[in-house]
Structures are given as structure tokens and as C-alpha cells.
């Protein structure tokens, strides 16, 4: 059983646009993950600028990687390093916690996490 950083089973991110790592929804990881797309983002205007401001454009669709491009308020399983380096900056991207997989706290701190998950 994959576990979410709550220690339930680990749920649906977005199926619209369809997110993760294996494009299975779910912030599922693995060994071939090097990005460790870990965490359950609500991506918002602040956290999509800010990304790509430091060179990891989620805006910009990537047809050849099943890629649309993201739009505020759209779910996506981001790199768990991209999203402390937004939290570190003081942009705080919503996250959902059943939906961020466990491997997610070998970055982060389960209360950084909580904080981002009360903006929801």
C-alpha cells in the first residue's frame, strides 16, 4: 500500500489535467523519479510565476512529454525540491496532504506541509 504523508492510503492528485510522475493521477514515485514528484500542489498564480522565474516552467505546454501546461487553481504532483524552494522564498503553494506521498518528508516537515494545506 502507498501511503500519503498522513499514513493513509495515498489518493488522487488530478485526473484533469492528469498528473504524476506514471501520469496516473496519483504523486506516486519510484526509483526512475529523480524530480521526486511527490507533492499534491493547488497550483496558484504566485507559486506558477515564481517557478518559472527560477527556471521550471509549468506554464508552457510540453505536448512531447504529456505536458498541458498549468493554469491557477489546476492539481499537479510537483518535484518536492521545487516546492520547498517556493516555501523558502515565502510562496506558500497549497497542498493536498492525502493525495502528497510519504516520501515527500524526507525533504520537507510534516508542519510545513500542514501550513501549506490550510490555504486550501
Same mark, same amino acid.
Given at each position: 500500500m502507498v501511503k500519503n504523508v498522513l499514513g493513509g492510503v495515498l489518493q488522487t492528485c488530478c485526473?484533469?489535467?492528469l498528473t504524476?510522475?506514471?501520469r496516473d493521477?496519483?504523486?506516486n514515485t519510484?526509483?526512475?523519479?529523480?524530480g521526486k514528484h511527490t507533492v499534491c500542489v493547488l497550483v496558484t498564480e504566485e507559486f506558477l510565476r515564481h517557478q518559472q522565474a527560477v527556471g521550471n516552467d509549468l506554464i508552457t505546454p510540453r505536448p512531447q512529454w504529456g505536458f498541458?501546461?498549468?493554469?491557477?487553481?489546476d492539481g499537479w504532483c510537483v518535484c518536492i525540491e521545487r516546492w520547498k524552494q517556493s516555501y523558502?522564498?515565502? *510562496? *506558500?503553494?497549497?497542498? %493536498?496532504?492525502?493525495?502528497t506521498h510519504e516520501k515527500a518528508l524526507e525533504v520537507v516537515t510534516l508542519e510545513m506541509l500542514? %501550513?501549506?494545506a490550510r490555504l486550501n
Open positions: 485526473a484533469d489535467p504524476g510522475f506514471y493521477g496519483k504523486c519510484g526509483p526512475e523519479d529523480v498541458p501546461g498549468l493554469k491557477p487553481g523558502d522564498a515565502g *510562496i *506558500i503553494a497549497p497542498v %493536498r496532504l492525502e493525495a500542514n %501550513r501549506a
